[in-house]
């Protein structure tokens, strides 16, 4: 992985992705400026996991190249994935302790993210003690306690109510908005609405091909204004995106009439 | 309490329904006799009966500690490696499939005829061997797929890796391996002192052979009984010690 370019968190040059017994994934192209929120949609198996793990660094790329500044990475996965036989404190003092921090030092670190997701008073909790949404806290807890300067979230939130969705969606905003300087972010989603709403600008990725078909700007400020998904222009996005995804989904094969 | 007693009503009902049949048909007691009579035996030769009940008990434990030690630090070693892994897993799948009374006189002859207990822990260890080496692997390679791409992430050494991740994950399994071990540590100590065969060993199943040379039903059928309530006692250790951990863990 080289070093990425003047102002971008990250950044795929011409990626190409083989698997075995598919065709490939790619070439794609993505910048990840600084501080920036980019949401990726796209069909099941267009390659937005596979984008994330290439910009963690999980995975290598078969053909161009993989760009990145010089910083920290969190990941947020589908589930919370936390360590079911360690408690909140302990699962998210991991990462600090894997980097060799002493043990009293990552447990107040991890102390206070986890204070900042507001499981201040859970710290004790093992995983199984938690409600969905609350796990899926933590897990940002963990991903935000080595401060990193990019985040990357695959669907975390696919599998949660819609209330709690918004809730960690404002909290995630707020906790990007409240660091200096901001925290590059990527988010995969099936969900235009979270799309539009969460990110900057998203990106909407051509089914089977991990080629991008689409690249649209959501309007207004980050964190969003109250009620804004009242707003017009809100709407207006999520119908642009929502027509841009279906035009890049797979075409259905059209069965044949009695 | 009440997870007892339905289990224990239906020993109580099987038992009188013996005692009774025996009596009604007056069954000749070499061939089965009453349980009043195997309680007689039991009590009669309870200091013999719990010396060999210790003997075997010693032997089958031996016998567990030697497998948990090779099986699991096996398991750990080859965990390390794919292609260790899959040279050594069809070998220990072929020890698994052969009869334990297959390899008995060639493991008697390799301990020498004065060592029968060292040749009765191997053959046991040799049958326990399997579980707790399946289940120990297994566990080893049961962590979160995501969970394994954090500890990448975050660049954990193998050790970090083996320590925080992979044997927590890897617990629920070897438990139940040790489970079953445990169990067929018992068999196979038991299997092995038959084929022995020759009272060098002084386990229960010498117990079984001798009442049985002098068709001592009875005696036989008491010492049965001690087998019966020492696996039973072992597996509910077992599934104690499980349980301990599985609350500690989950």
């Known amino acids: ?258 | 309490m009440t997870r007892l007693l339905p289990p224990l009503l239906l020993v109580a009902v099987l038992l009188a329904g013996w005692e009774v049949t025996c009596r009604v048909l007056l069954v000749p007691s070499y061939f089965l006799p009453p349980p009043s009579a195997v309680g007689a035996a039991l009590i009669d030769r309870a200091p013999l009966l719990a010396a060999s009940a210790a003997a075997t008990f010693w032997m089958a434990l031996q016998a567990l500690a030697a497998a948990a030690l090779l099986g699991g630090g096996l398991a750990l070693a080859v965990s390390l490696s794919r292609p260790a892994e899959q040279a050594v897993r069809p070998l220990a799948v072929a020890l698994q499939v052969t009869p334990v009374v297959a390899i008995a006189p060639l493991v008697m002859i390799w301990a020498g005829l004065d060592n029968a207990d060292r040749a009765v822990v191997a053959l046991a260890a040799a049958v326990a061997f399997f579980p707790l080496f399946s289940g120990v692997l297994t566990g080893l390679k049961s962590a979160d797929p995501d969970l394994e791409r954090l500890f990448d992430l975050y660049g954990a050494s193998p050790v970090q890796r083996l320590l925080r991740l992979r044997l927590p994950a890897a617990l629920p399994f070897v438990l139940e391996g040790l489970r079953v071990a445990a169990g067929l540590a018992v068999i196979g100590a038991v299997v092995a002192e038959f084929v022995s065969g020759s009272g060098a060993t002084q386990g229960l199943a010498w117990r079984l052979l001798e009442a049985g040379n002098r068709l001592r039903t009875a005696d036989m059928l008491a010492a049965l009984a001690c087998l019966m309530t020492m696996g039973l006692l072992l597996n509910a250790a077992v599934g104690l010690l499980d349980r301990i951990v599985r609350r500690r863990l989950a």
């Open chain 1, 1 to 258: 992985m080289a070093e990425a370019a003047e102002g971008a968190a990250a950044s795929l040059d011409g990626v190409l992705v083989r698997y075995p017994g598919r065709p490939p994934l790619g070439p794609i192209d993505l910048t990840v400026a600084t501080g920036e929120i980019v949401a990726v949609v796209g069909a099941s198996g267009a390659g937005k996991s596979t984008l994330l793990r290439l910009l963690a660094g999980l995975e290598p790329p078969s053909e161009g190249a993989v760009h990145r500044a010089e910083g920290r990475t969190g990941f947020v996965f589908q589930t919370a994935t936390l360590m079911p036989w360690a408690d909140a404190l302990a699962n998210v003092a991991l990462p600090l302790e894997l980097a060799g921090m002493a043990r009293p030092e990552a447990r107040t670190r991890a102390a206070a993210a986890l204070t900042a997701v507001g499981l201040g008073d859970r710290l004790d909790a093992r995983p199984r003690q938690l409600s969905g949404g609350m796990a899926m806290r933590v897990a940002l807890a963990r991903a935000l306690v080595t401060e990193p300067d990019l985040l990357l979230l695959d669907e975390p939130f696919a599998a949660l109510d819609s209330v709690t969705r918004r809730r960690l969606i404002e909290d995630l905003h707020h906790l990007w908005a409240a660091r200096v300087p901001r925290p590059a972010i990527v988010f995969v989603t099936h969900d235009v609405e979270e799309a539009v709403y969460l990110a900057g600008r998203t990106l909407v990725l051509a089914g089977a091909t991990g080629r991008a078909a689409a690249e649209l700007a959501s309007p207004g400020p980050l964190p969003r204004p109250a009620c804004w998904r009242a707003d017009a222009g809100y709407r207006t996005a999520v119908e642009a995106l929502a027509a841009a995804l279906a035009r890049a989904m797979p075409a259905l094969p059209v069965e044949a009439g009695p």
